[in-house]
């Protein structure tokens, strides 16, 4: 597709459940940003990926929070047991380097919501 | 640790009026601004972004911003503000080099009326 692309787009889940969280970036695209924001909050940065490989994973909160990216390409962004603060709307962004004479591109975002 | 801040959590502006969104950004050096518009149902989207040079930046839209390092400000601004303009803007800061780790401000929701 054209543009980051985000499945699924919302997702209900238990409290103590397992979510994958899908994200598809702009071909061709090295970088790769996950974000989380909280309603009435700006996006919080969760970890960036280079290829294959997190270059930066300060931000996730805990042990519960893992990214993968095996082929350099599609990530998903895993939550074991999840709490109901987890509930947010997670972003996933691409840039074609991870250098400022690019743009990142924001994906629309997974609605979670943790009950 | 870099932060931004954006005092205004809301403003209402009137169609064809002009407008200054403030943003305040604390970081060591000089940093990398952006600031980005989120409508409803859209993603987030760069209206523009400075790393060096010329303080004063266009974007995309008609929006300007203009970095003031001994105010520590990167505010936006547009001339003339159309009913479409209204959505959520969001200041962030980055670690010069780019996009590996950047700081969002809270946001500013922006109200256009007729």
């Known amino acids: 597709g054209a543009g980051v692309s985000q499945t699924p787009s919302n997702k209900v889940t238990e409290k103590g459940k397992y979510v994958e969280l899908r994200c598809d970036p702009i071909s061709g695209h090295t970088a790769l940003y996950w974000y989380r924001q909280s309603l009435g909050q700006g996006p919080e940065f969760l970890i960036y990926f280079q290829g294959t490989g997190a270059a930066d994973d300060s931000g996730l909160p805990n042990d519960r929070f893992f990214a993968v990216r095996p082929e350099g390409s599609v990530s998903t962004l895993k939550i074991q047991r999840t709490e109901r603060g987890d509930s947010a709307v997670y972003l996933c962004a691409s840039s074609l380097t991870p250098t400022g004479d690019t743009e990142a591109f924001f994906g629309q975002g997974t609605r979670l919501t943790v009950v | 640790a870099q932060s931004v801040t954006q005092p205004d959590i809301h403003i209402t502006v009137s169609e064809g009026a002009s407008l200054e969104l403030r943003c305040n950004y604390s970081?060591?050096?000089?940093?990398?601004l952006f600031w980005y518009v989120q409508s409803p149902g859209q993603g987030l989207q760069l209206l523009l972004k400075?790393?060096?040079?010329?303080?004063l930046v266009q974007g995309i839209k008609g929006f300007e911003a203009e970095f003031k390092r001994s105010q520590s400000s990167f505010n936006l601004r547009k001339p003339s503000v159309h009913w479409s303009d209204a959505a959520e803007y969001f200041c962030?800061?980055?670690?010069?080099?780019?996009?590996?780790?950047?700081?969002f401000g809270t946001g500013t929701k922006l109200q256009v009326i007729p």
């Open positions: 962030a800061v980055g670690a010069p080099g780019g996009y590996q780790k950047v700081t």
């Open positions: 970081y060591g050096a000089t940093p990398y």
């Open positions: 400075y790393f060096s040079g010329d303080t």
